[in-house]
């Protein structure tokens, strides 16, 4: 439907502008005033949906991940000049969260059969690599990182 599209653009992609602008203005202003005295981490989350080829039935999902995935290096490129500022994404594969239950419309045992006979990330495990992002020292930038569980192979090859 028009509308499943339109959710997913606005959350995956004009969500990460409309919440990105005004915390880079800030960022920016706060490092013109103290250049390379500041340690900020853009962290985001894109998905391996849109790193890799994309997926049957998952056209604007893949899209919008996508564009996630270019505008986390655009925003690299254009903050480069602000030593004080690093942009990070990480893109994970399977990880069990409440998206299956939208991405089906609540129908939970359909939801929950995504996840049947795989080990899948969890919530925690993205927390603990964005915390590893975030807290190397100030030399050191993780631009891009991709993460599956050890039961995924690609977006659409799983451990049988």
């Not at 103290?34 to 894109?46: E, M, Q, T, W, Y």
């Amino acid at each position: 439907k028009v509308e499943d599209w339109d959710a997913m653009l606005d959350g995956n992609v004009k969500g990460l502008l409309y919440v990105s602008r005004p915390i880079i203005h800030s960022m920016v202003a706060r490092e013109k005033k103290n250049a390379g005295s500041n340690n900020f981490v853009i962290v985001n989350v894109g998905s391996i949906a849109g790193k890799e080829d994309p997926y049957v039935n998952g056209n604007v999902y893949c899209a919008s991940k996508a564009a996630v995935n270019a505008l986390n290096k655009s925003m690299r490129l254009d903050l480069n000049p602000y030593p004080g500022i690093r942009v990070a994404a990480v893109h994970p594969g399977l990880v069990e969260t409440e998206f299956s239950n939208v991405r089906f419309k609540g129908d939970t045992k359909r939801a929950t059969g995504v996840y049947k006979g795989y080990t899948p990330l969890v919530a925690a495990d993205i927390a603990d690599i964005i915390y590893f992002i975030v807290s190397r020292p100030p030399h050191v930038t993780i631009e891009d990182l991709v993460v599956y569980p050890t039961d995924q192979a690609s977006a659409t090859l799983k451990r049988v």
